[in-house]
């Protein structure tokens, strides 16, 4: 059962209706009840269907929806994330039939093509397909194109050869990173990589480009994010782009590489409270966004218009950040790719008080809690979660935010989801208390208890958005906004 189960909950909401339709195209009786079986596994209630039909009948019926499926999932993967791959291949498989039936010219002319696509995605396996189709027809050509052709072969294959010791390595780190984050040590990020490089025989040139100096700050944002602290995050690897930028590596190949990797260290300065840094490096990817037609400008415009107004935010300019947020939301993106902004909006809002606009854009959060844990992470659905309990409680909700905080607590009992979150069950403790009794933030008591209740960390150490939920809670205490707090917190 576990296979069609993570293929259903991997579906999107439109492809739940597409899949529907899918199958409703392929039945060709009217008493097939693999619709019925789908839509329960939905609400989580196949147990009725299964004790209607019998385990067997059940059973048979379980093994071809779920091929089905795997069909349709497949079909759609393809049309939406495999495009190019799949550009390339239908290419290649054509030229070959060509050439099957000698036509050379034109086989030739579409394997070019598909060489140039291949080039364009630094796609070393299909180029390396492409260049082995061509070199087994090769003795049609005069010498000089032949003399070219093997050139460009072997250093596809060195590159083929190269990119597999560059995956393995990063496989190496990152198994290394979870062992040292999950026994809650720290790392010395270059000096893994510099052992595991030398492991590989990985020169320092084929190491720090721009692919691998993006994943290795996707280690670096990790650590930052599994370990609550950011301000630890060793960026050692910055001063290397600098090497990069403008020299051969600086192409149209490498330039999604680029982008993501400038987005990461603009996170991880955001993360840790430098927010002037965090925008020179966003200014960086807007550039490179910019570059050969804009290739990727749509691609990563929410990524970008998202962490510029938080940064904004936090420096003072709300209204400019929720302009900026407000303007890429009014285009034309699929709805979830728009978690992010929206979650920004909300709590942007919700610090200057505008209440009611907050839960509008809350409201378009209908998802369950296991759905965004599982497609946005635990750390996002903890955030989400506590704004929405602190806006239902400065609304007045209180029946809701007593069931929002009861599923809250069951969780903390039954998961390990938030050990790395110390914190959590003390400040569900003090809204409890500030429910049943909203004037004891006022008391002496209750103030000293909060500043004794936890091990504050020195302010740059902090969590950013921990520390946004706690001005919530000190703006009661001290009478002002949740914003003028948090921005005093920020400063102090």
Not at 100 to 108: C, D, P, T
Not at 349 to 356: T, V
């Amino acid at each position: 059962m576990l296979l069609i189960n993570d293929l259903v909950a991997v579906l999107s909401s439109q492809e739940h209706d597409n899949f529907i339709k899918y199958l409703k195209a392929r039945n060709r009786r009217h008493d097939t009840r693999n619709v019925d079986l789908f839509k329960k596994l939905l609400a989580q209630k196949q147990t009725s269907l299964k004790n209607e039909l019998g385990q067997n009948a059940y059973a048979a019926l379980k093994k071809r929806l779920s091929d089905n499926l795997l069909d349709f999932l497949s079909l759609s993967t393809v049309e939406k994330e495999a495009t190019d791959e799949i550009g390339i291949i239908r290419l290649l498989l054509v030229a070959r039939k060509l050439l099957g039936h000698e036509r050379f010219k034109s086989a030739f002319h579409l394997l070019k093509k598909a060489e140039l696509k291949a080039e364009q995605i630094n796609h070393y396996s299909l180029l390396n397909e492409i260049y082995q189709t061509i070199i087994e027809n090769s003795y049609l050509m005069d010498d000089e194109s032949h003399n070219e052709l093997m050139v460009k072969f072997e250093a596809n294959r060195d590159e083929l050869v190269e990119q597999g010791k560059l995956n393995a390595a990063y496989a190496v780190v990152k198994r290394a990173y979870l062992k040292v984050e999950r026994a809650g040590e720290q790392i010395n990020l270059n000096e893994l990589l510099t052992e595991t490089y030398q492991r590989f025989n990985i020169s320092e040139e084929r190491g720090y480009n721009f692919k691998s100096l993006f994943q290795i700050a996707q280690l670096a944002d990790f650590s930052g994010a599994s370990s609550r602290n950011y301000f630890s995050v060793d960026t050692f690897f910055e001063e290397k782009i600098e090497d990069l930028v403008g020299g051969k590596l600086d192409t149209e190949k490498h330039l999604v590489y680029h982008i993501d990797l400038l987005y990461l260290l603009s996170n991880i300065y955001f993360r840790k409270q430098q927010f002037e840094k965090s925008l020179t490096y966003l200014n960086s990817m807007h550039e490179q966004m910019q570059r050969f037609d804009s290739r990727y400008y749509q691609e990563k415009q929410l990524q970008y218009v998202t962490l510029k107004s938080l940064n904004e935010n936090y420096l003072g300019k709300p209204d400019f950040a929720l302009t900026q947020l407000e303007e890429v939301l009014a285009a034309d993106h699929p709805q979830e790719k728009l978690l992010n902004p929206l979650l920004c909006k909300m709590m942007i809002l919700f610090q200057q008080n505008q209440l009611a606009e907050a839960k509008s854009i809350l409201n378009q959060f209908s998802r369950t809690d296991q759905w965004y844990e599982k497609h946005q992470g635990q750390e996002w659905l903890l955030y989400k979660n506590f704004a929405e309990i602190l806006l239902h409680i400065d609304l007045n909700n209180l029946d809701y935010v007593d069931s929002r905080l009861s599923a809250m607590k069951r969780k903390l009992k039954s998961s390990k989801t938030f050990e790395n979150h110390p914190r959590i069950r003390v400040f569900i403790k003090w809204i409890d208390k500030y429910i049943q009794d909203p004037s004891i933030v006022k008391s002496d008591n209750f103030k000293a208890e909060v500043e004794n209740s936890i091990e504050w960390k020195p302010k740059e150490e902090e969590d950013i958005f921990m520390m946004t939920f706690y001005a919530w809670l000190k703006s009661k205490m001290v009478g002002k906004g949740v914003y003028e707090v948090t921005l005093e917190l920020l400063v102090m």
